[in-house]
């Protein structure tokens, strides 16, 4: 009898501490493999490889961002006020741990490698509070940025987080937040700006219409079928040609939407695609480390690269070590033994220089370089539901 009250008293203690989010939108496995692709054309784009137009890292965000939107927007159309507080402690725990993790290290390693000034506090604050985007001001931002731009990626999460910030505010606050009129008018307005939150507006339109006509008798049979994720396909081909040749925002924005539909067929997530689809955001986040040892080894700088963090050894310029000894001419106050002591200082140092830059480069491009630098991609993952 205590066993059994036991058990049910721990059942009931036990509902409420579950995640109820995996229960207010379907699984996607096909999201999992996308994430991974958007992040690797990120990642393979930002090393300097050109995809055929208009596959590039903007679109990439841009299918992010529209996915965010689906899944987001599917979530919050489920959730009550009473719940707000658990959608953010998700957030917080899958996306801004490893994301402030991220940051820290970055800024970190330009204070290490390239000393603290103005601009590396003011970008600090603009990561820090999700305004990257806000107020940066590109490309004048490339020179400005700590380690010469290399988070400027950071600017997309600042984009979402600001989502997540105003979607449950209006969601949640006014009580035509989860009509469909509502959010036509948002992504109407934003398309018409050309802002990179309308592909975020146009996945929680498609959100509503999954949740008003595709979750009914009518809509599970034209899923059942396939025959939604097929015509979204259709469209997103068609939308790749025409963004091939008319590079617009808005059609951009049409396109990202078209591939999360296209990609948005239910099913049960396997283990190795919850796995890729746990990594790419880590890989998104940190693969900075891999681009900045890029970019060092590129310039032949004296760097460490290891493992996979370029921190510069020197904050001078190349004839530093030459200016440590006097440069004067024979017969100018030198005497003969101090003449042949500073060459053969000079010659020392160039040796050290020399030394110090063979073992950089082979460091970067050794194996063992590349699989730290694999490694590095692969901080702080975490298995999450979806979003």
């Not at 050794?366 to 993952?381: A, E, N, Q």
């Amino acid at each position: 009898m205590t066993d059994t009250f036991m058990q049910a008293r721990a059942a009931d203690v036990a509902v409420p501490l579950a995640n109820p989010e995996h229960r207010k939108i379907a699984a996607y496995p096909l999201f999992d493999w996308l994430r991974f692709v958007l992040a690797s054309i990120v990642v393979i784009g930002h090393a300097g490889v050109k995809f055929p137009a208009p596959i590039d890292g903007s679109l990439a965000v841009g299918v992010f961002l529209a996915l965010s939107g689906w899944l987001i927007g599917g979530i919050l159309l489920e959730t009550e006020w009473s719940e707000l507080p658990r959608f953010f402690y998700n957030r917080a725990t899958r996306i801004w741990c490893p994301y402030f993790a991220t940051v820290i290290l970055l800024y970190f390693t330009a204070a290490v490698g390239h000393g603290i000034n103005p601009n590396w506090w003011k970008y600090l604050f603009y990561d820090a509070t999700f305004t990257h985007y806000t107020w940066t001001v590109f490309p004048r931002a490339f020179g400005e940025m700590p380690l010469k731009g290399t988070g400027n990626h950071f600017w997309s999460i600042s984009v979402e987080e600001q989502f997540y910030l105003f979607a449950p505010l209006l969601m949640l606050l006014w009580k035509w937040g989860k009509r469909l009129w509502t959010w036509l008018i948002v992504a109407a307005v934003l398309l018409l700006q050309a802002s990179v939150f309308a592909p975020i507006a146009l996945g929680v339109v498609a959100a509503i219409i999954n949740r008003d006509h595709g979750t009914n008798q009518t809509g599970a049979a034209w899923n059942a079928t396939y025959r939604g994720p097929l015509i979204a396909a259709v469209v997103a081909a068609l939308l790749l040609v025409a963004a091939a040749y008319f590079p617009l925002q808005q059609v951009r924005a049409l396109l990202a939407l078209a591939v999360v539909l296209a990609a948005a067929v239910p099913g049960e997530r396997g283990a190795l695609g919850m796995f890729i689809g746990a990594i790419s955001y880590p890989l998104y986040l940190n693969h900075w480390m891999s681009v900045c040892c890029q970019r060092c080894c590129a310039a032949n700088r004296r760097c460490a690269c290891w493992p996979s963090v370029c921190v510069r050894l020197s904050r001078s310029d190349p004839h530093r070590d030459r200016r440590m000894v006097p440069d004067r001419p024979a017969g100018h106050g030198l005497s003969q033994p101090l003449v042949h002591a500073r060459a053969w200082a000079i010659a020392r140092n160039d040796r050290l220089r020399a030394t110090r830059d063979r073992i950089g480069r082979r460091i970067c491009h050794s194996p063992r370089g590349r699989m730290t630098r694999l490694h590095s991609f692969i901080l702080s993952f975490n298995f999450s539901v979806q979003e």
